[in-house]
């Protein structure tokens, strides 16, 4: 489950870590520097796109960055695959169907069929549900650790 405070904290670090202010930043990952401030206040999480560069530009875990997880020990990251390539990847090696993934988490089928066919991407809210119920991290859901 992400906490929003934990995503904040984390990020904050991170900035220090390679002495970032928020301008510099919004600059990097081409947003607006109040969305940054969001973030770093625990107002709000980042898009899924936007979060995708963050992990990227930073090189972390995107658990470890959104403190699902303490500690990871990979530190080398693929690219982020298309999210509905590895959606179905994962719903085959899990055995699980959308139809249950609907039921059971109340999506509805436009959205688990959009993502499929990778016409949209989830939330960041609807990637964490997705990975706290396929009992996979969401490095995984994004396709960069295999």
Wanted: contains cysteine; charged residues 25%; aromatic residues 12%.
């Amino acid at each position: 489950m992400v906490i929003l405070s934990k995503f904040a904290e984390n990020l904050f670090l991170l900035m220090q870590e390679h002495n970032l202010k928020s301008p510099e930043l919004a600059k990097i990952l081409e947003t607006d520097r109040t969305n940054i401030t969001r973030y770093l206040q625990g107002k709000r999480l980042p898009s899924y796109s936007l979060f995708v560069k963050i992990v990227d530009f930073f090189n972390v875990s995107a658990d470890v960055l959104l403190g699902r997880v303490d500690y990871c020990d990979t530190k080398t990251f693929h690219p982020v695959q298309p999210f509905g390539v590895v959606f179905r990847k994962v719903l085959d090696e899990t055995h699980t169907s959308q139809y249950r993934i609907q039921k059971d988490l109340h999506f509805s089928s436009a959205t688990t069929y959009s993502w499929l066919l990778d016409k949209r991407i989830p939330s960041m809210e609807h990637l964490d549900q997705l990975a706290d119920y396929l009992d996979v991290s969401i490095d995984y859901l994004l396709g960069r650790i295999s």
